[in-house]
Every structure is written in structure tokens, then in C-alpha cells.
């Protein structure tokens, strides 16, 4: 939207209405509405604006008169009476688009320069035309048809091209307001200048990743907005600026989808138009090249909202037919099943993959449609890495010397440029917000000005008009728009490839980026999508987290929320409240106090979980001094929207005391889930048990070893006997010769001789 204007605002004196002039006549409008002009801004709540426009198109040529329309706007308390405008024309044409901006955006100085006595014109205009207007009550509008006779327009019928146009309301003698339009003088055949146009068919912002299917049908049903949008789209040469998530939110839905979506889809699909494609959601890549992100931010899974019930076909096997020799199958039906597996059918799910949903046959591709006048020369390189050789910028985005607008086609070192008119952008995005038929007319009176200033340089200067990404939907003076600017006897549409490939000097791209503020929320979107994305590690399918998450983000990301920058706050800080919900609701149940009482124990801990899914996480506990022993940390499961107390092993045998216990939920990836709770834990040692083991074990060593004494006693007391009387019967070997013949010697006396 054009920013808002400078006002003058005066108390009007009561006067007397007096007969109007030059034939004027008189209409009053319904209750206020907002008017835009170039010198006159919106009306505050105690200001008066006048506004003036060509009223049956901007051309005027030799001979012909000049209808005006001349609208009052009463924005006090008090009715308008007995006020005067005067109709004033530029003395020279407006050569060069210099020119032109500053006629339509006067200095403070100039302005505050026109008098009554002058009638309120510049030194640079002469007076056309003065006409008495009717009264205009509070709070209300006039709509005044003013002709300027050709006599009086006294044009040069040797020269063509653009005319200032100036009205001055004048009232008590002073000049309350003033306004600023344009004509266009053609005297002949005039050069053309190319003229490429770029319109964007998304959906409406919102918080959403998906567009529901109810939405849907109201979109692309008869009126709807995607309707509109693409039926001016085909009627006319204009390139389509995309975004995916029409197509997805279309195909996700298989064969529930409405059968208007799916036949507007199929309409797109013949479109012969330029198509390229925007980011997911029209997501701001500004920020994100400010911030660093790199990739850029992109779709991860849609596989929670497709229902494979919706893409499940049956492809019926075909019956072969019999061999030569063989009977011919029999026409009645057999009531036996059958068991041959060739005679079932073959399931096909169809089920759409990531790609297949997000692909679509584009004609242009690389090119970055940023948020206009955001555009910074740090932020190119970060497009380029991202795969965008060409960004389409504003004429604001560039660093212009004494505002003279550069081609369409141009260069800021390895980036390839095509820039929008600033003039021209400004007047198409008036034009199809337009409220009334005379907002519209001032609008494209003003845009044809830019054109015919364009092609009546020295070379035709080819013309980039982009319609705003945030464009209104319900926009009645869309086509009428297009149609305008295509019927302009000195442009030639064409596509954006033509424009590219027109010679391309060198631009500066300035330095004015996105707002510190813009950039902070953001980078809270982008941390909290970061904490989600490690929640998502405790459930069986990250992607069933991580994949909406995704889609949300850059919904919130859509370029079309940045006018309403108080709305997207809003919203904003409604997911950040949604998802840290998310994030806290698996957790530990504080407890005040938990009693250990010696030995081998079990530490009890709730962890309850509040998620829509079951999350698998391990359960750790970590005392704060060493009377308590944890012997291993405990992996556990937990049902969705259910809690589960968790028994982790603990030994206490040192001491009795209080220890704190920091407990701590992980997924399988190490991801700490929410906060440690630290848990108060009174530990009681079981000293008795252990007194008694160790008096035990004393008892046994004292009785062991006596028994041991008397074992190794006895045992050498048994030794010595055995030695003893193997000593007592043990004889020499001399002794034994004796003993053996003497026992010889006894055996032989005492048998019988013989």
C-alpha cells in the first residue's frame, strides 16, 4: 500500500454556496470513505482532502476535452460550504521519471508555497479551470464531474507524453487542501515500452500450514478468491507467481477433496502463462537470510494429513485368454474362492509422496520474489546460495540517483535484478484496492503517467508492475487493472523471460533489510521450531511433529502478514504460547519428599504425559552427594494423555541424611525434555544389618581360626607318632643279613632231616 500523505488541515469559515461554473454539477456521496491521492492523504477525523483524476480513462488527444472527477472528502465536524476548487495544468510535460515523482509528491515547501493568491498553483502550472463546489456535510464525500474544454487545455499538439494535473480547495480565502494527478497527452503513433507483469495467486495469510478443505471449496468455488485470481490470471499476459501450498493442501486430500478444488487445479494445469514458484506459504526469505538459515526453511512431511484411505484404488488383473486347444472359460460365475493369488486384485495406495505433492511443471524457476522494500545488498548472497539467480525487487530496494527509475532488467554483481517500477507499482497496488470508481481512476491515472514517461525516453524503458503479494482477494478493479495497462497505446506486454533478457546494467541494491523487532520474533519462531524438532525424538515418528511444525512456521512467515504487523504479533505469540504447551507436556510430578530407608531400593518417579502421542524417554537421577547410589537410569514408555510412575534402582549403605535428587527426562537422542526437578530425598543407611554382619563375621573368624589351630595341632601330633615308630622298626642293613640268616638257620634245624 502507498504511505499515507501529507494533509493540511484548516477549520472552514461558513459561507454562502454560490452557482457553480463551467457546468459543474454536484453529487453527495454516501458517508466517508478513505481517499487516496497523491498530495492529500487519507482523511483525519478533522481534515478536508480533495482528490482529482481523469474520469474516462487517462489518454486525452488533441481537440478532445478533459472529463476530471473532483471528490471532497469532510473529515470534521462541521459542513464544507461555499468552498472553491481550481483545475491547474502543468506548463511543461513530465520528461523523465524524475519529473514525474516530483510532481506527484510536492515538497512541504512547494506545497506550503500555493496560495489563493496564486489559486492555489504551483509556479509550475497555470489554471484550467474553477468550479464553486456544492456543500459537503460532516463526516461525508462529494463527487464533482468537472469537463476542461480543449480551448483550455491548449495542449502542443507537436509533443506527446505526460501532464500534470493540480486542484486546489479553496475556501475563506485560504487553501484548505490540494491534489495531484496526471494525464497523458497522444498526438500519433507513440514508441512502447515492454511491459512485463508479475501476480501472485496464493491464499489468504494465516497460521495455518494447510488450507482446510472447507476453505478450499469457498476458494475455488464460483467467486471465490482463487477463482478470481486465476480466471484474470488467464485473461491475460501476466506471470504467475505460485505458491505450493495450494497444490498440497489440494492433493493431501486424495479423493475427499472438493471437486471445485481438483477443477481448479486442473485449469491451472492449462494455463499458458509463466509460471514459477514462491517459497512454501510465500515464507519471508529476507528474514531468514538475515538470520542466517541456510537451507532456506522447506516443507518436511505432510503424512499426518493424508488419509491413505483417500488414494487407495484397486487395478483389476486382466483374464488371460485361453491357448488354442483349450476350453473357453465358462459365462457362469463359480461359487468356490478362489486361490489362485493372479486372480486377486492388486492394492495400489497412490499415496503422494513429498515431491509428487510439491511438483508442478514450472516454466521459470530461480527467481526470489522478496517482501519489496525490504530487500538488502547482504542478503543476495544467501538467495544465490539457496538457488535463485534472479530476484524481482522494488524500486525502493535500489540505491537511485535523483530518482530516475532504472530498466526492468538489471544487475547487482552475480544477481540478476528485475525491477518494479516504483511509480507504476504504487499506482497498480491503489488500483486494485480501490474503494469507489474515482479512487480507481486517480490510480491508473497515475500509472499511465509512469508508462508513458517510460516510453518516451530516448530508448523505451521496459516496465516491471508486480501486484502485491497481499493482495486483496475481494478485489473488484483486479482485471479492470490488468486490462488498463494492457491496452496502453505505448507498452507492449510481455513475459518475464523477455524482460531478462534485455541489456542489464549495474545497480546498487541499498541497505535497508527488516526491522530489528520483525527479525527478534522471528528468530523466537525459529528456537522454538528447533525445541519441537528435538521433542519430536520421543515419539515413534518424528515427522508426525516436526512435519505440521514445519508447515505452521512458514505460514507464519507469509510475506502478506508484514502490513499488519499488530495482527501477526498477535498470532505469533499465540503459536509460541500453543507450541510451549507442547513442549511441557511431558514432565516429572514434583514430590515433596521421598523416604530411603537402607539397602537395595526402588526411587519412584511420576512422569506424566499430556501429548496426543505415546513418548518413549529414559528417566535419569542424579543425587547430590554419595549417600545415595543410583545403579542405572530406566527407559520407559508412556501413553498418550496418561502418567506412569517409573522405578528407578538406588542403593543407600553410606550414611544417613538428606540428599537432593535432580531428576532429568531424555529422548533416545539425547534430547533433555522440559526442566530437571529436583526432589528433597531422606535417606536412612541400615547401619543395624551392617553391625550385625560385621559382629558375624568376627564371631566366625575367631571360632575359624581356633578350629584351624587345633586341626594343624592334631595333625602334628599324628605326624610325630607316625615318625616315631617308623624310627622304632626301622633296622640297619647289617641287622637285617643277621636276622635273615639266623632265621634261616632256625628253619632248617627245625625240619626234619631226611
Known amino acids: 500500500m502507498r504511505p499515507p500523505h501529507r494533509t493540511l488541515s484548516l477549520l472552514i469559515a461558513a459561507a454562502t454556496l454560490t452557482p457553480a461554473l463551467l457546468g459543474a454539477s454536484a453529487t453527495t456521496a454516501a458517508p466517508a470513505q478513505a481517499v487516496t491521492a497523491p498530495a492529500a492523504a487519507t482523511a483525519e477525523p478533522t481534515s478536508v482532502t480533495i482528490m482529482v483524476a481523469p474520469a474516462q480513462g487517462a489518454i486525452v488527444r488533441p481537440g478532445e476535452d478533459l472529463p476530471l472527477t473532483v471528490s471532497v472528502s469532510n473529515g470534521t465536524d462541521q459542513t464544507v460550504t461555499g468552498s472553491t476548487v481550481t483545475v491547474g495544468l502543468s506548463d511543461d ?226 483374464t488371460p485368454s485361453p491357448s488354442e486347444g483349450e476350453d473357453a472359460p465358462s459365462s457362469e460365475p463359480s461359487t468356490e474362492p478362489s486361490t489362485d493369488p493372479s486372480d486377486e486384485p492388486t492394492p495400489d495406495t497412490g499415496v503422494p509422496t513429498l515431491d509428487e505433492l510439491l511438483a508442478w511443471p514450472y516454466s521459470l524457476s530461480g527467481i526470489a520474489w522478496p517482501a519489496p522494500g525490504l530487500v538488502s545488498a547482504p542478503v543476495l548472497p544467501a538467495f544465490t546460495a539457496n538457488g535463485f539467480g534472479t530476484t524481482i525487487v522494488s524500486g525502493s530496494d535500489i540505491a537511485l540517483a535523483d530518482s530516475v527509475q532504472p530498466p526492468a532488467s538489471a544487475r547487482a554483481g552475480e544477481m540478476a535484478l528485475l525491477v518494479a517500477d516504483t511509480e507504476l507499482n504504487d499506482a497498480v497496488s491503489d488500483a486494485i484496492t480501490a474503494g469507489r470508481e474515482s479512487d480507481w481512476q486517480e490510480a491508473i491515472a497515475r500509472a499511465t503517467a509512469a508508462a508513458a514517461v517510460a516510453a518516451d525516453e530516448s530508448t523505451p524503458r521496459a516496465l516491471l508492475a508486480t501486484i502485491p503479494h497481499e493482495w486483496p482477494g475481494n478485489s473488484s478493479y483486479l482485471n479492470a487493472t490488468l486490462s488498463a495497462l494492457e491496452q496502453l497505446p505505448f507498452v507492449s506486454p510481455v513475459g518475464l523471460s523477455a524482460l531478462s533478457d534485455a541489456p542489464a546494467p549495474e545497480l546498487t541494491v541499498g541497505e535497508t533489510g527488516e526491522s530489528p523487532e520483525r527479525l527478534a520474533a522471528v528468530a523466537n519462531l525459529l528456537e522454538r521450531e528447533t525445541a519441537l524438532t528435538g521433542f519430536s525424538t520421543a515419539v515413534a515418528d518424528p515427522t508426525t511433529v516436526t512435519g505440521p511444525e514445519r508447515a505452521s512456521l512458514l505460514a507464519l512467515l507469509d510475506i502478506a502478514w508484514i502490513p499488519d504487523d499488530e495482527e ?64 542405572e537410569s530406566v527407559e520407559v514408555t508412556i501413553d498418550a494423555a496418561s502418567s506412569s510412575t517409573v522405578l528407578v534402582p538406588v542403593n543407600a549403605h553410606v550414611g544417613n541424611g538428606a540428599v537432593d535428587v535432580q531428576i532429568t527426562l531424555t529422548t533416545s537422542a539425547g534430547v533433555q525434555l522440559g526442566s530437571p526437578v529436583t526432589i528433597p530425598v531422606n535417606v536412612q543407611a541400615d547401619w543395624e544389618g551392617l553391625g550385625a554382619a560385621l559382629l558375624g563375621a568376627a564371631i566366625l573368624l575367631f571360632f575359624g581360626f581356633g578350629i584351624f589351630r587345633n586341626i594343624r595341632r592334631r595333625r602334628r601330633e599324628r605326624a610325630a607318632a607316625e615318625a616315631q615308630d617308623i624310627e622304632s622298626t626301622q633296622a640297619t642293613p647289617a641287622q637285617a643279613v643277621t636276622e635273615v640268616e639266623d632265621s634261616t638257620d632256625a628253619d632248617e634245624s627245625e625240619s626234619p632231616r631226611g
Open 93 to 318: 510535460t513530465l520528461s523523465d521519471s524524475a519529473e514525474l515523482a516530483g510532481w506527484l509528491h510536492p515538497s512541504d515547501e512547494v506545497i506550503a508555497e500555493s496560495d489563493a493568491d496564486s489559486a492555489g498553483m504551483p509556479d509550475d502550472a497555470h489554471v484550467v479551470a474553477t468550479v464553486e463546489l456544492p456543500s459537503v456535510a460532516a463526516g461525508s464525500n462529494s463527487v464533482t464531474p468537472v469537463t476542461v474544454p480543449a480551448a483550455s487545455l491548449d495542449f502542443d499538439t507537436t509533443d506527446w507524453g505526460a501532464q500534470g494535473l493540480v486542484a486546489s480547495l479553496i475556501s475563506g480565502g485560504t487553501v484548505v487542501s490540494t491534489a495531484r494527478s496526471t494525464t497523458v497527452l497522444v498526438t500519433g503513433e507513440t514508441p512502447r515500452s515492454p511491459l512485463g507483469m508479475v501476480m501472485p495467486i496464493t491464499a489468504p495469510a494465516s497460521n495455518l500450514g494447510l488450507i482446510p478443505s472447507e476453505m478450499l471449496a469457498v476458494y475455488t468455488g464460483p467467486g471465490g478468491m482463487l477463482t478470481r485470481s486465476l480466471d484474470a490470471a488467464l485473461g491475460h499476459n501476466v506471470a504467475i507467481a505460485l505458491d505450493p501450498k495450494i497444490l498440497v493442501s489440494i492433493r493431501v486430500l486424495g479423493s475427499s477433496a472438493p471437486t471445485s478444488a481438483t477443477d481448479w487445479l486442473e485449469r491451472l494445469s492449462g494455463a499458458t502463462n509463466e509460471i514459477f514458484a514462491l517459497p512454501y506459504s510465500d515464507a519471508d526469505i529476507t528474514a531468514q537470510a538475515q538470520l542466517g538459515v541456510n537451507p532456506f526453511l522447506a516443507p518436511l512431511s505432510f503424512d499426518d494429513a493424508i488419509d491413505p484411505a483417500n488414494f487407495t484404488a484397486t487395478v483389476p488383473t486382466p
Open 568 to 631: 501477526w504479533r498477535t498470532v505469533v505469540g499465540d503459536d509460541l504460547a500453543r507450541t510451549r504447551e507442547i513442549l511441557d507436556s511431558v514432565s516429572v510430578i514434583q514430590s515433596t519428599s521421598v523416604l530411603v530407608v537402607g539397602g537395595s531400593a526402588q526411587f519412584p518417579v511420576t512422569v506424566q504425559n499430556s501429548y496426543t502421542q505415546p513418548v518413549t524417554l529414559t528417566v535419569s537421577l542424579l543425587p547430590s552427594n554419595g549417600r545415595l547410589v543410583v545403579d
